[in-house]
């Protein structure tokens, strides 16, 4: 059994094409739309949150062989404790890296290292702020003193939790937008003029999660770009290429055999 750890769109294309070639796999998402965008015949979906623990158990109950960590580039948790879990098991890890959108020139581009540090740079460069960094960060921006009197727009996925989260947080209905993504750039485009915006804050997320319409969007309109870095960690063996991951794979189970 092959163990795919993924909610992302490219995450369960892997997956797919694993069993597509006759593997065993099993993929683990957190959330329960996930869930149904994940839905596959040939594929075994398990929903909900793993904490290493259950991470472990699973494993175990499952006779993973190998461990595809295919979650999220900023997942930092979800793909330390996966680490960590294949360590302790003597297991296969190898990590599906989605590759990052390179960073244009453009002089009102800030990369910073972390949420903490986006929100006290758009605080300064705007009044009216498009957040595209998903729920997670949400609290970080919204306990940030100098953004109390900013308007904060959010761009979320459309789930019942994720909707109930901002709401607890304090944004308006009115500042919420609750949509599926990746947007085109002249979705985006329409979007960013349409509330206002001065200034975006993003992820590099790659193509796939849609930045690179999102900074084009926002160059266009000579917005503040707001970007958030990537964790850095080392995965080990890991790949950009999901044909490599492939033949990765084929090795590890050759070698469990």
Do not use: W
Request: hydrophobic share 45%; charged share 20%; glycine share 6%.
């Amino acid at each position: 059994m092959i163990l795919v750890l993924a909610g992302t769109l490219d995450g369960r294309q892997l997956a797919a094409e694993l069993a597509g070639q006759g593997q065993e796999v099993l993929l683990s998402v957190v959330s329960e739309y996930g869930g149904e965008l994940a839905r596959d015949s040939r594929l075994t979906v398990r929903v909900g949150p793993l904490d290493l623990v259950g991470l472990v158990a699973l494993m175990k109950q499952k006779e993973v062989k190998v461990v595809v960590d295919a979650s999220h580039p900023y997942a930092v948790n979800a793909s330390q404790n996966a680490m960590l879990a294949c360590r302790d098991e003597s297991i296969p890890y190898i990590r599906y890296e989605r590759p990052v959108v390179p960073l244009p020139v453009y002089d009102r581009l800030y990369e910073v290292c972390d949420a903490s540090e986006a929100a006290t740079t758009a605080a300064r460069l705007g009044n009216v702020v498009f957040l595209t960094t998903g729920s997670r960060s949400l609290p970080i921006f919204k306990s940030e003193p100098l953004l109390v009197n900013k308007r904060l727009i959010v761009r979320v996925l459309p789930e019942p939790a994720v909707l109930q989260e901002c709401l607890d947080l304090g944004f308006l209905p009115r500042d919420i937008i609750a949509m599926q993504g990746p947007f085109s750039h002249e979705l985006n485009v329409a979007m960013f003029q349409d509330f206002q915006t001065e200034v975006v804050v993003t992820k590099n997320s790659g193509q796939v999660g849609g930045s690179d319409t999102k900074i084009s969007a926002a160059m266009a309109l000579r917005l503040p770009l707001v970007i958030i870095g990537r964790p850095k960690m080392d995965y080990g063996i890991a790949s950009y290429s999901q044909p490599e991951i492939i033949t990765l794979v084929k090795e590890a189970l050759s070698c469990n055999i």
